[in-house]
């Protein structure tokens, strides 16, 4: 049950992810990334980080996607136009988008690594609250509240019209 | 529990979703988009952080916290990253890659 779960939101990611990238329309590309979204959500709930799952589905599916949405329907985007010179962008794309494949995939294998999961997980909320609000992290959790503070106030400052 | 093989699978999976996002930005001409291929690109990273925190001995926490703070930048990212995109579509009026060179040596 959980393994047809895995893969079946495995396929719908890569399959959304595809269906982003390809294509010209970006309101349909930010609905199919919000499907991308959701469906790591359910691989993060079965790896065993509900935490995570929750936050993907509330900060990336909801805060984040609601203001590319809002930001493509302020502009009124119309489709992306045919240009020249798209074949050599598109091969650029593909050799960076391999050779980040298996630069990632022949370290793993000249590592030898194997990967098994450990017996004893737990990464409920509760054990995260402690790992974040401990002497190890406090700090860097106080930073990104400034970092936020500093995002709002960019954000207004260049998004408002020049006096 | 769940599948051994899920965490080598996540990983697999995440190193697709990060090729696919490097795609998008150079095949998109839309600076929306690509800024969706880059949210696509952290997305998949996030998994592999998950994928090898699954895998760590010793009940480390440390991917986790690192996913958190990987969507708080990431939030701030857009958030700027679309402020500017206004701007400049107020300025050229389109939001073709191309037509913002003006920096361009």
């Keep these: ?163 | 529990m769940e599948h051994p093989a899920f965490v080598q699978h996540a990983v697999l999976l995440s190193l697709v979703l990060f090729g696919l996002g490097t795609l998008g930005v150079f095949l998109r001409r839309n600076v929306i988009t690509v800024l969706m291929c880059v949210e696509l690109m952290l997305n998949g990273v996030n998994l592999a952080f998950v994928a090898f925190n699954r895998a760590a001995p010793g009940g480390t926490l440390d991917g986790q916290v690192l996913v958190f703070f990987v969507m708080v930048v990431a939030a701030a990212e857009a958030a700027v990253g679309l402020a500017i995109v206004i701007a400049l579509h107020r300025h050229k009026d389109t939001l073709d890659v191309d037509a913002f060179s003006v920096m361009k040596g």
């Design chain 1, 1 to 163: 049950m959980d393994a047809i779960l895995f893969y079946a939101s495995a396929a719908l990611a890569v399959v959304s992810a595809l269906v982003v990238i390809g294509q010209r329309n970006p309101i349909y590309s930010a609905f199919a990334l919000i499907v991308t979204l959701c469906s790591l959500s359910v691989i993060f709930g079965l790896l065993g980080s509900p935490f995570i799952a929750a936050l993907q589905v509330i900060v990336y599916a909801g805060a984040i996607m609601v203001l590319f949405l809002f930001v493509l329907m302020l502009l009124n985007v119309k489709r992306e136009a045919d240009a020249p010179g798209r074949g050599g962008r598109a091969l650029g794309g593909i050799a960076m988008a391999l050779v980040t494949l298996l630069v990632v995939q022949g370290g793993t294998v000249l590592l030898r690594f194997q990967l098994v999961p450990v017996a004893e997980f737990d990464a409920s909320t509760q054990k995260m609250a402690r790992v974040l609000f401990s002497a190890h992290f406090l700090y860097v959790f106080e930073a990104t509240s400034i970092l936020i503070l500093a995002a709002l106030v960019g954000a207004v400052a260049l998004a408002r019209k020049e006096p």
